[in-house]
């Protein structure tokens, strides 16, 4: 019994320690299907993680709060859209730039806004849900009924992004764009603003990555909470191969490998704890193999031109 | 001799005047935001009651990376500062590295222990006799007999508070059992709760953390579980009066008030200053609504353990 507890407790936090990597790299993986890298997602993560702040304590609600995050999220997806897309920016460089954007408006708002105090402000956050009252069924109960709302969201997200991509013509559409955009020009279709929609609306994903953090898993902001999961997103993307189901494996699998390595710490005690931390990494790497067939979009992280080069 | 006499008076008002007039120039280096609650918020506090104390002119620099600290210490130095505070024991090494080309500037390490002639000096609080008390209190106000450290990142001031967390828990109940982990990260405060809620779960109800931001994972996971936590450095029992016992002081505003201090009346010296119970570097927060929840026996041992801290009775320190 005490084994189906510990598991349970392993992937209920594995869960939790996952979400917004899963909300970041699905962000990641609709921008970077129709052509566009954003590396600065970080940056996005941690601008959502202030606003969900602000927006939960200025409007006493928890739900306003994700959504001013997301339209944020959206905001700070846009600036790198018309970097990179309007005015053809190199990519990478843009998305740097928005990584330290990310960090500075998020670090300065708070201090103007919350954090002149010094301390945390009372901050109405998300609490776990009892999905049919079963979240104390003693091991399933807290992995697939006691979770945040946001988490059945994230995973919804992640079926209806990988239906879209496989079912519908908006999802041939984004993938024609990130692969060949001369012919999806050619049909009629306005490449750039197919890539502006998407990589915004993958920056309000982002957004409500860095909600999460913030009003959900723990009710607060502090200055670069959101620790490098900015980055790790982008990893799964690569290593899911493009694919937003396989994405939210790898996130899954990275979280659970961390909330394994938080509990083998405190029990072994005599191993260097290094050890253990870089363990969820170890883990990501060897997931390389695992996840879909798709290849890499051909035009990632080229600026469309019409008309040649 | 009337001139030699008048001569010798201006000279004197003069350097009367200059000593004066001379305004002190105090920059002070930090790892992270002031913002943060904890560590460089305490340095912030230390630095702005200074201001208001002593006749200093201060620059407060934070966010620095362990790689920017010998260019930004240069430059301070360069710039004919007076005093250089790196807050952090990451400050040590570039701090010896650098302080020899630049005579004219003190550089202060704070949470570390260096010292070198003629112009490196530190404070260190004792984070161990902190820790002590922690798991002392931690001990006494723990049901099950199962308590939990948090820690950031083992430095040596951290594992110090660790050694000193597990000593002062047996010393009250010798059968406790300490659970203790690393987040790996001072600001991945998602990560400090899961760490505080995976001990909740092997049973610990009194739990503690060191570090900066994490702290606020660890008492915010013991907040949702219901169990009571130990905050460390900030008296923070505001953060969460139903969850906060009391706090092990690290008094980190002590260690600057005192390096401005000596600075101003030229008693700095090129050594290691290690501020204890009586030094004001460290203490215990009062334990308020708590107190009616142990026994008063119990309140009286942790009343004699800080006592005999001071008396310097205690032989188990980290």
Redesign the interface.
């Given at each position: 019994m005490d084994e189906i507890?510990f598991v349970s407790?392993v992937l209920a936090?594995g869960i939790?320690?996952a979400t917004?990597i899963m909300l970041a790299a699905l962000g990641e993986t609709l921008g970077q299907r129709s052509g566009v890298i954003n590396v600065g997602i970080e940056g996005i993560m941690l601008v959502g993680a202030f606003v969900a702040v602000l927006g939960a304590v200025e409007t006493g609600s928890p739900w306003a709060g994700l959504a001013l995050a997301m339209l944020a999220g959206a905001a700070m997806g846009a600036i790198h859209a018309y970097f990179s897309v309007v005015l053809k920016a190199e990519q990478i460089v843009a998305g740097i730039a928005l990584l330290f954007l990310g960090i500075g408006l998020s670090?300065y708002g708070?201090?103007l806004t919350l954090?002149a105090s010094?301390?945390?402000a009372a901050i109405p956050g998300f609490r776990p849900l009892d999905v049919l009252g079963l979240a104390g069924v003693p091991g399933i109960g807290p992995i697939l009924f006691g979770q945040q709302a946001l988490v059945y969201l994230t995973f919804a997200a992640a079926i209806a992004m990988a239906w879209m991509f496989s079912s519908t013509r908006l999802g041939v559409i984004v993938k024609a764009v990130g692969e060949y955009p001369a012919a999806a020009a050619s049909a009629g279709i306005g490449v750039d603003r197919v890539r502006f929609a998407c990589v915004s609306v993958g920056g309000a994903l982002a957004g409500a990555g860095g909600a999460f953090?913030s009003i959900a898993?723990?009710?607060?902001f502090?200055?670069?909470?959101t620790?490098g999961r900015g980055f790790l997103a982008i990893a799964c993307v690569v290593l899911a191969r493009w694919s937003p189901l396989a994405a939210i494996a790898v996130a899954l699998l990275f979280g659970i490998a961390?909330?394994l390595q938080?509990?083998v710490?405190?029990?072994m005690?005599g191993v260097p704890?290094?050890f253990f931390?870089i363990a969820p990494y170890l883990v990501a790497i060897a997931a390389v193999g695992i996840g879909s067939r798709t290849a890499m979009p051909a035009a990632l992280g080229k600026p469309f031109r019409p008309g040649g080069r | 001799m009337k001139t030699f006499l008048a001569a010798a008076a201006l000279a004197a008002v003069m350097i009367a005047g200059t000593a004066h007039a001379a305004t002190k120039r105090i920059a002070l280096v930090l790892p992270g935001p002031i913002t943060d609650g904890t560590f460089n918020s305490a340095a912030n506090k230390g630095i702005e009651a200074a201001k208001k104390k002593y006749d200093i002119d201060v620059v407060v620099r934070e966010n620095t990376d362990f790689a920017q600290i010998e260019d930004v210490l240069r430059s301070y130095a360069e710039d004919g500062f007076d005093m250089v505070i790196g807050h952090g024991f990451q400050f040590a090494e570039p701090v010896m590295n650098i302080h020899a080309d630049y005579p004219k500037t003190f550089f202060v390490v704070n949470t570390a222990q260096v010292a070198a002639e003629p112009n490196v000096a530190s404070f260190d609080n004792r984070w161990g006799d902190a820790g002590y008390l922690a798991g002392a209190v931690a001990a006494l106000y723990s049901k099950t007999g199962k308590i939990g450290h948090v820690g950031a990142i083992p430095v040596p001031v951290i594992e110090q508070y660790n050694l000193g967390f597990e000593r002062g828990a047996k010393r009250m109940k010798p059968e406790t059992q300490v659970l203790s982990a690393y987040v790996g990260s001072f600001s991945d405060i998602a990560r400090g709760a899961e760490i505080t809620t995976s001990q909740i779960e092997q049973g610990a109800d009194v739990v503690t953390s060191t570090g900066n931001e994490n702290v606020i994972g660890t008492i915010q996971a013991a907040q949702k579980a219901k169990v009571l936590a130990i905050g460390t450095a900030f008296d923070s029992a505001a953060m969460a009066p139903e969850t906060i016992i009391t706090t092990a002081l690290i008094n980190m505003d002590v260690n600057i008030d005192l390096a401005v201090g000596k600075l101003i009346d030229g008693t700095l010296k090129p050594e290691t200053y290690v501020l204890g119970i009586n030094d004001g570097g460290i203490g215990l927060a009062p334990l308020r609504g708590f107190e009616s929840k142990i026994s008063a026996e119990d309140k009286a041992r942790i009343d004699q353990l800080v006592k005999d801290l001071a008396e310097g009775k205690i032989t188990d320190l980290p």
């Open positions: 507890l407790a936090a939790r320690l917004p670090g708070y201090r954090g010094g301390t945390a953090l898993h723990l009710w607060g502090v200055e670069g909470m620790a961390d909330a938080i509990r710490q405190s029990m005690p704890y290094q931390v | -």
